[in-house]
């Protein structure tokens, strides 16, 4: 399988913070899910792959060319989605749709007008007139209408209602179907990514701390559960961190079977959510790995 996104090397530096060597791949027809918390360098890392800050170091190819000396071509087929859209909020949709179509060669208005009718949006309506989740069904609209290869999504879900969420993550899987088609979801909604990545790339302050793929993550990783007692020296390391009470401890243990062997019966393992290796790992990289 090719690669819809490489990312060797990556570094920035500013005064107070410096994105350190990242890399990464995104696979053609695949959803990765971006993650770290605020400060990690997940923005940072988006602005270098659409050239929008200089990088100190490092190499960003899209399907193989570089995003510098290939950006107008590459741009083309990339798509972007951000929190807050970046629009004029005096415009009607049809207007800034105007605006907007001349910049992109493949622009194919019907796709455009099947979106709008599926979301339902009228196009009189002034920008500033729509609710949060049909901005962003507006934004996802001209994202994709120009027919984009990689769409990439910079806390797209962020204070949307369930419902609309809902819609969002079914028509990123959807999209996907064409395997040609790539996902780059940057998000602190980390149960979104639990229902649609395919992999998971997490930064924690500028530092690449995990890249692989969910399932096989969320596999090697367990939820343990037990009595104080079982908490011993030699157990201690199995765990990327642990929380204690009076009524025991709960960890997460970064290799399943080898912690199953050390624990026995004694404990309840559970499958581990996308946010539980989130927050342990940084608990773990803040230098809080056991908490009382």
């Not at 696979?27 to 050239?51: D, Q």
């Not at 701390?209 to 030699?234: C, F, M, W, Y």
Request: charged share 30%.
């Amino acid at each position: 399988m090719s690669h819809a996104l490489e990312v060797r090397g990556l570094k920035k530096e500013y005064k107070s913070f410096c994105l350190d060597s990242i890399s990464f791949s995104l696979e053609e027809g695949t959803i990765m899910g971006f993650i770290g918390p605020n400060g990690a360098g997940k923005t940072t890392t988006i602005k270098a792959i659409l050239n929008q800050i200089q990088r100190d170091a490092g190499v960003i190819t899209l399907w193989g060319k570089d995003n510098i000396k290939d950006e107008v071509e590459l741009k083309n087929r990339i798509g972007v989605v951000q929190d807050e859209g970046h629009f004029y909020g005096h415009l009607t949709l049809r207007a800034m749709k105007n605006m907007l179509r001349p910049f992109y060669k493949n622009w194919n208005e019907k796709t455009y007008g099947d979106f709008i009718r599926e979301f339902g949006l009228d196009e009189r309506k002034k920008i500033s007139e729509l609710s949060k989740g049909m901005r962003m069904k507006y934004s996802i609209a001209l994202a994709l209408s120009h027919e984009a290869d990689l769409l990439i999504m910079d806390e797209p879900t962020s204070g949307l209602d369930p419902l609309v969420r809902e819609e969002l993550l079914e028509l990123l899987q959807r999209m996907i179907q064409d395997e040609h088609k790539s996902v780059f979801f940057s998000t602190h909604i980390t149960s979104d990514l639990d229902k649609i990545a395919d992999y998971i790339v997490f930064l924690s302050d500028g530092k690449l701390v995990l890249n692989e793929q969910k399932d096989e993550l969320l596999d090697r990783h367990a939820i343990v559960k037990g009595p104080a007692e079982l908490l011993s020296e030699t157990v201690r390391p199995y765990f990327v961190g642990v929380k204690q009470s009076g009524y025991g401890f709960e960890g997460l243990a970064g290799d399943r079977a080898a912690i199953r062997r050390a624990l026995g019966s004694g404990a309840v393992f559970e499958r581990p959510t996308v946010e539980d290796i989130m927050l342990y790992y940084t608990r773990k990289e803040n230098g809080h790995a056991i908490l009382n």
